[in-house]
């Protein structure tokens, strides 16, 4: 079975900066095309961010231009710098497959209030 761990979350105000880790278990990290997700309270989880196996990234217009994704196929990592929080960004951001194969992981919490 396949973990993914994320980390990275935190406490930030508005306008502050992220830097989000998902460490997965397996090699066969590096044959998927990963994703970013996140699921505010009373929400539905929602994507924000893919990146392909060789680094090509594609972001939702809520975070294009604030969010770049990246990942270390060495170290089947996967990172989300996330810069101008907004509140809005507050939500647990978890880590998977473009396609959702894997089992969720914990999550990561971020928080954007003043």
């Known amino acids: 079975q396949v973990q993914l761990v994320e980390s990275g979350g935190g406490l930030v105000h508005p306008g502050g900066s992220l830097r989000l880790s998902c460490a997965a278990s397996?090699?066969?990290?590096?044959?998927?095309?990963m994703g970013w997700y996140r699921q505010a309270p009373g929400n539905q989880r929602e994507r924000v961010a893919t990146?392909?196996?060789?680094?090509?990234?594609n972001y939702e217009d809520l975070v294009k231009g604030r969010f770049t994704i990246s990942r270390d196929n060495a170290k089947n990592t996967m990172y989300l710098q996330m810069n101008n929080l907004r509140p809005e960004d507050t939500a647990v951001y978890y880590c998977?497959?473009?396609?959702?194969?894997?089992?969720w992981g914990q999550g990561t919490q971020v928080t954007v209030s003043s």
């Open positions: 998977n497959t473009a396609s959702e194969n894997w089992f």
């Open positions: 397996t090699s066969l990290f590096t044959i998927y095309t």
């Open positions: 990146i392909s196996t060789i680094g090509s990234p």
